[in-house]
Antibody
Framework: QVQLQESGPGLVKPSETLSLTCTVS??????????WTWIRQPPGKGLEWIGF???????NYNPSLKSRVTTSIDTSKNQFSLKLTSVTSADTAVYYC??????????????WGRGTLVTVSS | DIQMTQSPSSLSASVGDRVTITCRAS??????VNWYQQKPGKAPKVLIY???SLQSGVPSRLSGSGSGTDFTLTISSLQPEDFATYYC?????????FGQGTKLEIK
């Protein structure tokens, strides 16, 4: 079955760039059926949608993070990635990659990675 | 942004109880609401999509209803595995937003 797995540094210094990759196994990021998504959850708090990327490279970001977020997709490696610049302690969170159907009527997050905790600290 | 407000924030109940969690959107969003369950240390899992459609594999004791601005998630007879945190989420427009969560605890 399709699985998602986040990877990347668990500790990032303030003002630096957070970089994470999500590897998709058992399925393909190509084909146009899904939006590949990033969601985060600060410790003990709720969920925040960061944004998504389509296989074509088109993106949609949360305006609250848009100036600092970049996502990319590598169909040859079956991966998509997140970069968040100028991080502060407020960016400390569990970061999830997830999948959402490209069809509007079923645009929910049906598959999630396990999540990876990223701590911003010097 | 569309604000999603859940109530209650926490709820204590017993096995076998019927419980209802509500979610109110700050504007009309049709039936573009999804519900998730999250257990400690785990990723959320979708339960209901499109306000009332049960995701494959989810027990039928869970149900969702509503449209416009007011939505509910109901568990007809609580089982031990249902004690978790529940989130609503709107997929009407970006930025997609979640409710603040409802923590369902054992009484």
């Amino acid at each position: 079955q399709v699985q998602l797995q986040e990877s990347g540094p668990g500790l990032v210094k303030p003002s630096e760039t957070l970089s994470l990759t999500c590897t998709v196994s058992g399925g393909s990021v190509s084909g146009g059926s899904y939006y590949w998504t990033w969601i985060r959850q600060p410790p003990g708090k709720g969920l925040e949608w960061i944004g998504f990327i389509y296989y074509s490279g088109s993106t949609n970001y949360n305006p609250s993070l848009k100036s600092r977020v970049t996502t990319s997709i590598d169909t040859s490696k079956n991966q998509f990635s997140l970069k968040l610049t100028s991080v502060t302690s407020a960016d400390t969170a569990v970061y999830y990659c997830a999948r959402a159907s490209a069809a509007v009527r079923t645009r929910y997050f049906d598959l999630w990675g396990r999540g990876t905790l990223v701590t911003v600290s010097s | 942004d569309i604000q999603m407000t859940q109530s209650p924030s926490s709820l204590s109940a017993s096995v076998g109880d019927r419980v209802t969690i509500t979610c109110r959107a700050s504007q009309s969003i049709g039936d573009y609401v999804n519900w998730y369950q999250q257990k400690p240390g785990k990723a959320p899992k979708v339960l209901i999509y499109g306000a009332s459609s049960l995701q494959s594999g989810v027990p039928s004791r869970l149900s969702g209803s509503g449209s416009g601005t007011d939505f509910t998630l109901t568990i007809s007879s609580l089982q031990p595995e249902d004690f978790a945190t529940y989130y609503c989420q709107q997929s009407y427009s970006t930025p997609y937003t979640f409710g603040q969560g409802t923590k369902l605890e054992i009484k």
